[in-house]
């Protein structure tokens, strides 16, 4: 079996619930208050682990109060966090999220995830099988020389580009499998997207950044499910109708269960179909981290 390595993010997510966002400079009433370890590199990481797949985290953490918990956290979910450094003089990178009838807005203040470096990631030995993942809450040339090692090793290379933001394309070049949402989807496209659109208008947007033949596009489109191109050709997997509580961790959740499958052997296709059976689990619980679901709840719930 391969291995997951993750470059990414470690955040406290400072989670506040309410009956509705406010509008700007408006104040609302919220209902309770949370603080749940996050991180798109942490969740990806503790959702590939949770999953079965022998899963390391390569990041840094600040020696506050926050990194101490986080690390003891990711720990605890069998992550290996042998890569992962401590660094002084700069605080734990924190998320603050507003949750109101189970959709949430997000500030990312980066903290020590900002200092992840290239040396950093030189650190893990790479081979044939194991995957490599990556987010847009490092540093790109960071990214860039991460994915340059897992692709002279044979490792196969997922980019989640979230939060959205502008890369160049000799970065995508170094991507096999790219995995987005809409809003991602039409940020990098320059187009108008939103979930409710015909099928037809994310295949054609997603298809303007199949620059290589092999490279696979996977758009997630929450309760709607998950469209693909695969090898050119476009197919959408049906989602799983759930009643969301908190959808914060489901895309991370969804991005490390395609790993670890992919790790295991499997086929992207199959990997797609398990990754979201496992998001439905997670957009069922609140926090990020804490909401990955195990293999066997996801055995469980595809019988």
Do not use: W
């Not at 995995?179 to 997207?193: M, Q, V």
């Not at 439905?280 to 981290?289: D, E, K, L, P």
Request: charged share 15%.
């Amino acid at each position: 079996m391969g291995r997951v390595f993750v470059a990414g993010s470690i955040n406290m997510d400072v989670v506040a619930t309410a009956n509705r966002h406010p509008k700007v400079g408006e104040t609302v009433a919220g209902k309770e208050v949370h603080y749940f370890p996050g991180g798109k590199g942490a969740n990806q990481a503790v959702a590939a682990a949770k999953l079965g797949a022998p899963s390391t985290l390569i990041g840094r953490l600040g020696t506050d109060v926050f990194g101490q918990q986080l690390r003891q956290f990711l720990a605890a979910q069998g992550v290996d966090l042998a890569l992962v450094k401590d660094t002084a003089d700069i605080h734990t990178g924190t998320a603050v999220i507003t949750i109101a009838d189970a959709d949430n807005t997000i500030v990312v203040v980066p903290g020590a995830n900002a200092l992840v470096s290239a040396e950093d990631v030189a650190a893990p030995l790479l081979a044939k099988g194991d995957v490599a993942v990556s987010q847009f809450e490092i540093p790109q040339p960071t990214i860039s020389a991460f994915f340059k090692r897992a692709r002279a090793a044979g490792a196969t290379t997922i980019l989640n580009p979230a939060p959205a933001t502008m890369f160049a394309p000799e970065l995508l070049d170094l991507v096999d499998v790219l995995i987005l949402n809409e809003t991602e989807l039409g940020f990098l496209t320059r187009t108008e997207l939103h979930d409710t659109d015909d099928p037809a208008r994310f295949i054609e947007a997603a298809r303007s950044l199949l620059t290589g033949p092999n490279r696979i596009i996977c758009v997630t489109l929450g309760k709607r499910g998950v469209l693909a191109l695969i090898g050119g050709d476009a197919s959408m997997i049906a989602g799983r109708p759930v009643k969301a509580l908190d959808t914060t961790g489901a895309g991370d959740c969804f991005v490390g269960a395609v790993a670890a499958q992919l790790a295991g052997g499997m086929t992207v296709r199959d990997a797609l179909n398990y990754a979201n059976a496992a998001a439905s689990i997670c957009v069922q619980r609140m926090g990020a981290g804490p909401s990955m679901p195990t293999a066997a709840e996801v055995a469980a719930l595809r019988g």
